[in-house]
């Protein structure tokens, strides 16, 4: 499959891509890495007349530390260099051990933390070549009027498959975006809409440029659980992030856990601050959490295996997750 005609734009600076974005409204779509964008052009999801090339904005570069304030990551920060930092491993562990788990080797030293989060949701229906989606008669998501996962429906379910999202989530990250009025800044717990063909607070003239890790959350212990097909190389089918604080009395402080690859966004299990605050972290605690998690969990015949093995996952993993974190030291 080839890719469809294209001009490639490479601004030099934010300002300049703004400019673009603004400019070509519409007609205009950012690639990072490319490592999603490129094969979903081969499929015809995508066919903008302009791409714009962001990898030459030094600013967008860089993991920093700000005593007191936290860590920045830029947008174009490698998930190879997230893996390799010894500084990330040891401050947001949870974020490490997602970031690692993300497609294969080659991919991670191409994709970014930025293409990363603003990844497009998944579907069988949808990903898929374009004669393949023309023998359905299409889907809501592109160029359709039905969707074959929830016949009757008019949202789309398209399942947000990517990994890091969910640990960012637990470590209550913002992310900057850069548009004509300048930064602005907002949780990532914001970002997401929960809708599969809509499914970030992204307006076209608009792009990510930064991560912030608060302070706060640094140190936390974390683990990361996923469930998918081909171990070396694919999309979270489930995925668990898990990020906890102990006190000094061995009880848990602080928790958080997300799931991700079974909504269409990376979603807070919020009971679970809740069942796991002041408790040893036990099996019996664990368990519960796990059925917490289950019960935000929606998965839908979006993607491989069944919803209902899927949704069973993410209580095990869950659970696996906490008690893998809580055991960390
Ligand atoms: C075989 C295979 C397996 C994969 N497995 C996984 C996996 O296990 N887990 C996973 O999470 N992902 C997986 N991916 C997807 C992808 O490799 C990663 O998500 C990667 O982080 C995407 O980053 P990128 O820089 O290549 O994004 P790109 O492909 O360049 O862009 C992805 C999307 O983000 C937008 N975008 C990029 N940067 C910005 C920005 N700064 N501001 C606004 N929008 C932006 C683009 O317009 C595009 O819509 C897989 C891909 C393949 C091909
Ligand atoms: S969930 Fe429905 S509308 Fe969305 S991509 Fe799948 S089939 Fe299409």
């Known amino acids: 499959m ?4 294209f001009k ?6 934010i300002e300049d891509a703004v400019g673009y974005l603004a400019k070509h409204s519409g007609d205009i779509q950012i690639v990072a890495g490319g490592t999603d964008l490129l094969p979903s052009m081969k499929q ?3 066919a903008p007349k ?15 530390s700000i005593p007191g304030h936290g860590t920045e990551i830029g947008a174009l920060v490698t998930l190879t260099t997230i893996e390799d930092s010894e500084f990330i491993r040891r401050r947001y562990a949870v974020l490490h051990e997602a970031v690692a788990t993300i497609a294969s080797p080659i991919l991670r030293n191409m994709g970014t933390i930025g293409g990363n989060i603003c990844l497009d949701t998944r579907c069988l229906w949808y990903n898929q070549s374009l004669t393949w989606r023309k023998s359905c008669g299409f889907c809501i998501k592109k160029d359709g009027d039905l969707c074959h996962v929830a016949p009757g429906g008019k949202k789309c379910w398209a399942a947000f498959s990517a990994d890091s999202p969910a640990a960012l989530l637990c470590l209550d990250a913002e992310i900057e975006i850069a548009g004509p009025a300048g930064l602005r800044r907002i949780p990532v717990a914001e970002f997401y809409t929960n809708v599969g063909d809509a499914r970030m607070k992204l307006e076209s003239n608009e792009m990510l440029t930064r991560v912030l890790l608060p302070e706060r959350t640094a140190g936390y212990r974390g683990a990361y659980r996923k469930l998918r097909l081909r171990g070396s190389i694919d999309y979270p ?8 604080k102990k ?10 856990v997300a799931i ?3 909504n269409p966004a990376p979603l807070l299990v919020h009971e679970a601050r809740h069942a796991l605050a002041g408790k040893q972290c036990n099996e019996l605690a664990a368990a519960v959490v796990g059925e917490l998690a289950a019960r935000v969990a929606k998965p839908l015949t979006t993607s491989a295996l ?7 996952m993410i209580r095990v993993y869950a659970k696996r997750a906490v008690l893998s974190a809580a055991q960390m030291q």
């Not at 080839?2 to 005609?5: F, H, I, M, V």
């Not at 714009?52 to 860089?62: C, P």
């Not at 069944?306 to 069973?312: G, I, K, N, V």
């Open 237 to 244: 089918l489930a995925g668990v992030a898990a990020a906890l």
């Open 50 to 64: 302009y791409l714009l090339d962001i990898r030459g904005i030094e600013e967008l570069q860089g993991i920093r």
């Open 260 to 262: 991700t690859g079974v």
């Open 8 to 13: 490639l734009l490479r601004p030099r600076s």
């Open 306 to 312: 069944t919803p209902e093995y899927r949704r069973e």
């Open 44 to 46: 015809r999801l995508f």
């Open 2 to 5: 080839s890719l469809p005609p």
């Open 247 to 256: 006190n000094a009395q061995g009880l848990i402080e602080d928790a958080r």
